[in-house]
């Protein structure tokens, strides 16, 4: 199974990280990597984290491994969303709260949670 999370959705769920500075919410997102390496180390499914880099200055998407989590960032002037909906396939498993993510995940028969 491949796990697509929705990054800074997911952070947002569960924490209350619309305060933080930069510095900050880059500590969360590497909290976040970390329990995901530990999750995976007794359950071998593949992991992709996808963070907005709307506003980066990157005109392509970022790419990183993080302990065999597969790390992106958008691309400038694109968002989270459109990559999460571009690698939304059958068999998938995305978590999202996003409407929009979760309406298109069940069109292309990928789950989510």
């Known amino acids: 199974m491949h796990i697509i999370i929705d990054g800074y959705n997911y952070l947002h769920a569960i924490r209350n990280v619309g305060h933080l500075d ?3 919410f880059e500590r969360e997102r590497d909290k976040l990597l970390q329990r995901l390496a530990a999750y995976r180390s007794y359950k ?3 992991i992709t984290v996808v963070f907005d880099g709307t506003e980066s200055l ?3 998407r ?3 491994d993080f302990q065999g989590i597969q790390v992106l960032f958008s691309a400038q002037g ?3 969303d459109e990559v999460i ?3 939304a396939e059958p068999g998938n498993l995305v978590v999202t709260a996003d409407r929009e993510i979760i309406d298109h995940v069940f069109a292309n028969g990928a789950e989510t949670i």
């Open 58 to 60: 990157n005109l392509y």
């Open 78 to 80: 694109e968002n989270a």
């Open 22 to 24: 930069a510095a900050g």
């Open 44 to 46: 071998p499914n593949n």
């Open 85 to 87: 909906m571009e690698k």
């Open 62 to 64: 970022g790419r990183e």
